[in-house]
């Protein structure tokens, strides 16, 4: 008989690829999540106060730090994630459940000590949303060739999500800051100047299918993606460019250092500041010249970074951020509002002048993703709008 936990911690790995990213709107390229996996959903509290604070950064980059220090933590598995913006879901083989508690325990303290903000980390076991008719899903795109993305569907994330915000639930599966700790975030830079909009803006785009029946949300997403490809081409909507991409020597790298650091100041806060000026000052004269060294090919880089990118997502609700001009903007805003009005769909929309990278380097050939987000807000204030259409207001 198979070992169920050895199943669980291999599912992902071993999912079928999806190599157009319109298919994602059909149900069948989805496979439930194995009971022995527990699903990890975090969020900064207060995100929304931050992002108008000017910390939108700071708030994309603990969204990022619990990716990079759950597959740290489990450096011999492939494990799914999506990256939401102010925060993040994972699916983990119920096996490694310790050493998960143990990273995110870490992240914790990272986000109090180095950020002054409080991030919520939960866990939740994929059997017990089964119970209660939550389904966990996935499918595994492939983004290029050198990288896969996780992809997400079912109620069961919305159930999940649900139960961490409960008062009478949430002690259940909410993550302690007490506790051993121990978080390892090597491969994360933050190191690009935002990305300015070639085309006009950046958009954030949310999209959430209302219906009950799972083909009829599928067939909502696929005309959606049918829509926007009437617009532009993908490379058109990309919102990351080679001339746009451009390395920061001379800035503070404050947001890299801390999280390094663990704190705002010191020893550790100085080198890890000084580390990455270097590497910014050495990659941008390798990509300058188009040389290699190190592993660091600056004549690829940036082609492999944009092909690596997870621009376009999927979490039971389509996530895009998006190059657009003003008039593509207003004709997806109207099809947008039609298809509310009949109620398919809800919505968030976030326009900015640039798109923001944080990255995640395993390694500097071929083995590294990068997450986008709009600037100024992006998904998080995209949510707000589509959260207040859930409400009817």
């Known amino acids: 008989m198979a070992d169920p936990l050895a199943s669980a911690e291999r599912f992902y790995s071993e999912l079928p690829e999806v190599t157009h990213f319109a298919d994602l709107s059909d149900p069948r390229n989805f496979r439930q999540a194995p009971l022995d996996s527990l699903l990890v959903l975090t969020d900064v509290r207060g995100s929304t106060k931050a992002i108008e604070a000017g910390r939108y950064r700071d708030v994309n980059a603990l969204g990022v730090a619990t990716i990079i220090a759950l597959c740290n933590a489990m450096r011999d598995l492939e ?148 829509r926007l490809n009437q617009l532009a081409t993908p490379e058109q909507l990309q919102p990351l460019s080679k001339p746009g991409l451009k390395l920061k020597p001379f800035a503070d790298f404050s947001t890299e250092a801390r999280l390094r650091a663990g704190g705002t100041q010191g020893e550790a806060f100085d080198a890890a500041r000084k580390h990455a000026r270097k590497k910014a000052l050495i990659g941008r004269a390798l990509m300058g010249l188009g040389l290699a060294a190190g592993g660091f090919d600056g004549s690829t880089y940036k082609d492999e970074l944009i092909a690596n990118t997870d621009f376009r997502k999927f979490d039971e609700t389509l996530r895009m951020v998006l190059d657009l001009p003003e008039s593509e903007i207003l004709a997806l805003e109207g099809y947008l509002e039609a298809e509310r009005s009949l109620g398919h769909l809800v919505y968030g929309i976030h326009r900015a002048d640039a798109a923001l990278v944080t990255c995640f380097v395993r390694s500097h050939s071929g083995n590294h993703v990068h997450f986008v987000d709009g600037a100024n807000g992006g998904y998080a204030l995209a949510a707000k709008q589509l959260k207040q259409q859930l409400k009817g207001e």
């Open 79 to 226: 494990l799914p994630f999506v990256f939401g913006g102010d925060g993040s879901t994972l699916l983990i083989p119920q096996s490694r459940r310790e050493a998960s508690e143990r990273a995110l325990r870490g992240v914790l303290r990272v986000a109090a000590s180095a950020y002054q903000l409080e991030l919520r980390a939960g866990i939740v076991p994929v059997r017990e949303l089964l119970e209660h008719g939550g389904s966990t899903r996935l499918a595994r795109f492939r983004a290029s060739p050198h990288i896969c993305l996780a992809m997400f569907a079912g109620n069961g994330f919305a159930v999940a999500e649900k139960w961490l915000k409960d008062p009478a639930r949430a002690e259940r599966f909410l993550i302690a800051e007490s506790g051993d700790a121990s978080a390892d975030f090597e491969g994360f830079e933050c190191r690009w100047q935002p990305v300015t909009s070639r085309r006009g803006a950046v958009v954030s785009l949310l999209v959430l299918a209302t219906d009950h029946d799972e083909n009829q949300r599928g067939s909502v997403y696929r005309r959606v993606m049918d």
